[in-house]
């Protein structure tokens, strides 16, 4: 999975400037270290998280100037493990994705070339090389499944086609996945699910398009819209991306092979968004937890990736140095079991007229008491769920 890839029942993010949908979910937000010390590290940027809301990305030393790969684990969250580089390489590779295994791929400098290669760490052996199409110089690696099966592309020739998608398998090794019924002179594979479906852009003679590219099938090119921007595609065949309109404004959409194209978004601005079938689109500078609220409100600007929890990963608007994990949860599900039901209005009304207690209590609009108002805003909420 990748940057906008692990969606789960239609989650999709991205940046829009769209009027908050009627959403009773909120987001804490938790920010993370990304580095190893606030006084060195800036500019964090995260890329991926994964199901076990473990998150890759990189930051900027200030010790060394040098933006160094990290990857961030729940258990251990005071902390980060920085990523190394591999043996040959004098560069420090660039991180894009992660499954659920924390293997994550990207490039690094080629041993022993003046080329980028498509590359990716384990815990056990550190980064090593993909692998290349003979012929084909240099190489870049974007996201990964949990069967270890990367895409990415293979290029910087000065032949055509100049660059073309391909799929790293474990068993197969790298794989091109041709030039399309465009006949692309350049393509890229954005994207892979666990069913190894692969999404990706390209042009060529025949024009721009993104395509769609199945094991057995070969690659066919998704209909009626020209895709500038990266493509994502989650594992029930949904795939969604951007289109710019202008040159500040893009549209967000969805596609699936049953239904076609669904806009989610239009006139995007600089702002964050989530969205699902059920409850649309939701800015999320707007849905952040009244009682612990951000530093300012842009401060969560990037949002970047989610997981199938709804999890997302965000990059802060300024040089502050950690990054930002926020979880949604729904005002009013005190016991956190993912929903609001007779449960949690029983434990209300247990404390129903006390003073000095906390949202833990009851207090959901984190006014000191237990009142009216929050048995007002649970009851808002009775009934709703979290995906």
């Known amino acids: 999975m990748r940057r906008m890839s692990a969606l789960c029942a239609a989650w999709l993010l991205g940046s829009a400037a769209i009027p908050a949908a009627q959403s009773n979910v909120r987001y804490r937000v938790v920010y993370i270290p990304f580095g190893p010390c606030e006084e060195c590290s800036v500019w964090p940027e995260p890329h991926d998280i994964n199901n076990r809301g473990q998150v890759c990305g990189r930051h900027l030393d200030r010790r060394y100037a040098e933006l160094r790969a990290e990857l961030w684990d729940p258990e251990f969250p005071g902390t980060t493990i920085d990523l190394g580089r591999s043996s040959c390489s004098e560069f420090w590779p660039r991180v894009e994705g992660m499954n659920d295994l924390a293997h994550i791929v990207g490039w690094d400098g080629a041993c022993g070339t003046a080329y980028i290669t498509g590359c990716i760490w384990t815990a056990e052996a550190g980064w090593s090389e993909l692998g290349r199409l003979p012929g084909w110089r240099g190489s870049q690696a974007f996201a990964i499944n949990n069967f270890d099966q990367a895409v990415g592309v293979q290029g910087l020739t000065t032949a055509e086609p100049r660059s073309i998608a391909c799929l790293w398998d474990p068993a197969s090794g790298v794989i091109s996945l041709g030039r399309g019924p465009l006949n692309f002179n350049e393509s890229t594979a954005d994207d892979i699910n666990e069913s190894s479906w692969v999404v990706g852009r390209g042009n060529g003679a025949g024009g721009f398009g993104a395509f769609l590219w199945k094991p057995g099938a070969g690659m066919a090119i998704i209909p009626a819209m020209v895709w500038q921007n990266r493509v994502a595609i989650n594992d029930y065949g949904q795939v ?135 048995l007002g805003i649970l009851l808002g909420n009775f009934g709703e769920t979290l995906p």
């Open 240 to 374: 969604s991306s951007s289109e710019w309109r202008s040159v500040d404004s893009r549209e967000a959409f969805i596609w699936d092979e049953d239904h076609g194209f669904q806009f989610i978004g239009c006139e995007m601005t600089q702002t964050s968004f989530v969205w699902s079938e059920r409850r649309g689109m939701v800015d999320l500078n707007r849905k952040c937890d009244p009682c612990h609220p951000v530093r300012e409100l842009r401060d969560v600007l990037y949002a970047v990736a989610i997981n199938h929890a709804g999890v997302i990963i965000a990059t802060p608007e300024s040089e502050f140095v950690k990054a930002a994990l926020m979880i949604p949860y729904i005002p009013g599900d005190l016991d956190e079991d993912g929903d609001c039901d007779l449960q949690d209005l029983a434990y209300l009304l247990s404390n129903f007229g006390r003073w000095g207690v906390g949202y833990a209590e009851g207090d959901l609009d984190c006014q000191g008491d237990v009142d009216m108002q929050d």
